[in-house]
């Protein structure tokens, strides 16, 4: 059995907007975030999400504030890291508190979470279709950057899960970091069984590790 509620959160960019699916008991919390012109409603969102619940872990869905504000172009870098900031410090006042943190999201949000998880303390890392190096403009310009470096600052386990057809390309496999390629493209419409399959493994190991160390800790 779980519980939606949905509510806004002010941020100091506006108002942010989350849907958190509670349940008993739980035992982490899981924050995603949506991908730059997306929101919370992607099918690999919503696959990560029925992973989580299926393992007692509490699911929030983060809606940004330009999304919220009826915008689709996504605010600067440093605007969403921001938010996200602020967003994830009021769940842990409330729904999430006392809960070990999960955070993730997909493309533009995975990034987010990823440049965010060291200051907000975070137990893991979820990353769907992570955008690593932008495809090259067809009107010439700039050689695109790697955005490899925002996944190797994480510290703590991170899952990669990633479409085989990416036009972003696939990051490594590193230490401390799993990459489950599954059939598909950036989109992640596809290989929906395979993504459910490798969040949930995944966020067991996470939630036990984080438990027995808890344990040895008292």
Request: hydrophobic share 45%; proline share 7%.
């Amino acid at each position: 059995m779980s519980a939606t509620v949905v509510r806004e959160v002010d941020t100091p960019h506006g108002r942010a907007r989350v849907h958190s699916q509670l349940v008993e008991e739980p035992r982490a919390a899981l924050v995603l975030g949506h991908g730059a012109g997306g929101g919370v409603a992607a099918r690999d969102l919503l696959a990560a999400t029925e992973a989580a619940l299926a393992q007692r872990v509490q699911v929030t869905l983060v809606e940004q504030p330009y999304r919220v504000a009826g915008r689709r172009s996504p605010a600067p870098a440093a605007q969403l890291d921001t938010a996200w900031r602020a967003v994830v410090a009021a769940l842990r006042e409330d729904e999430a508190r006392g809960l070990p943190l999960v955070v993730g999201g997909r493309s533009s949000g995975a990034r987010v979470a990823c440049r965010t998880a060291e200051a907000l303390g975070a137990a893991a890392v979820l990353c769907l279709a992570f955008p690593l190096l932008p495809p090259p403009r067809r009107s010439g310009g700039a050689e695109p950057v790697s955005r490899l470096p925002e996944l190797d600052a994480v510290r703590v386990s991170t899952l990669v899960v990633q479409g085989m057809n990416d036009r972003f390309g696939v990051p490594p496999a590193a230490p401390g970091r799993s990459v489950v390629v599954v059939p598909g493209d950036h989109a992640l419409r596809s290989g929906l069984a395979e993504l459910r399959e490798a969040v949930g493994a995944w966020l067991e190991e996470v939630v036990e590790v984080r438990a027995v160390a808890e344990e040895r800790a008292l």
